[in-house]
């Protein structure tokens, strides 16, 4: 079981729970851990009351310390236990309340119908549908036309990867912009030349005779693929001639 988030990432980033940092900051102290986390994935987070930052007169964002150590903790169970954000919340309420609660996980009945399990170590990864939608904050009209375009794609009738919650998330976010989802075909084409590309390296071990080399094949394709995140967006990057903070 998870302890109460303390001393996470972050930590180290001030020396005490009275320093402020802005969200470039926190963006920065994050990534070594979360390569793949972005400013829209953490204004997501607070959207959904999984933390809340203090705000300047201006309307800025600040963060504390332990608002970083919060923000670490509920990155690493979306990453490391697969929980959808609604449990994620409820979870860490509960550790605020002094409930000593076993970490639920996303498992799956003999029915086929989802539920939450304590268990010890991580599972598939999914989740549902009504979740998917209430975790993006979009209609069904909406994840029909992005499924269209492939940006979202069900494992199976009704069932989703818990990562398709941030992909909507993140389409909704650049609506907001006039970005419709027929504009992001072509980052789909690219992501799945990238995700083959990682194949390619990744599949002798996958097939090789040694279960440990076999099962060497699964760190490998998290480290290509974290690698190939941070290319990506430095590509981008550099044609834009900008650098996020």
């Known amino acids: 079981m998870l302890q109460t988030p303390r001393g996470g990432a972050g930590a180290g980033t001030a020396a005490t729970d009275g320093v402020l940092m802005s969200i470039g900051t926190v ?3 994050l990534r070594d851990e979360f390569p793949d986390v972005t400013i829209s994935k953490i204004r997501f987070l607070e959207s959904e009351g999984l933390i809340e930052p203090q705000r300047t007169p201006s309307g800025y964002r600040k963060f504390s310390v332990r608002d970083v150590e919060r923000l670490g903790h509920v990155l690493r169970m979306q990453r490391d236990h697969y929980l959808p954000l609604k449990v994620i919340r409820e979870h860490l309420e509960a550790m605020e309340r002094g409930e000593a609660a076993p970490l639920p996980t996303v498992g799956r009945q003999r ?7 304590p268990s010890d170590g991580p599972t598939v990864a999914r989740i549902g549908r009504p979740e998917l ?18 940006l979202v794609v069900p494992i199976e009738d009704g069932v989703y990867d818990a990562e398709a919650a941030t ?8 609506g907001r912009f006039g970005i419709e989802p027929r504009h992001l075909r072509v980052m789909k084409t690219a992501a799945d030349r990238e995700a083959g590309l990682v194949d390619q390296v990744v599949a002798p071990l996958r097939r090789h005779r040694n279960p440990q080399t ?11 693929a974290g690698l190939a995140v941070r290319l990506h967006a430095a590509l981008v990057q550099t044609a834009l001639g900008v650098r996020l903070p």
């Open 27 to 29: 963006l920065n102290a």
């Open 167 to 174: 992909v909507a998330a993140l389409v909704a976010e650049l």
């Open 133 to 150: 939608l209430a975790a993006a904050g979009i209609g069904e009209r909406e994840l029909e036309e992005w499924e269209s375009y492939g």
């Open 214 to 224: 076999r099962a060497h094949a699964e760190a490998r394709t998290k480290e290509l």
């Open 111 to 117: 029915d086929g119908v989802h539920a939450l399990e």
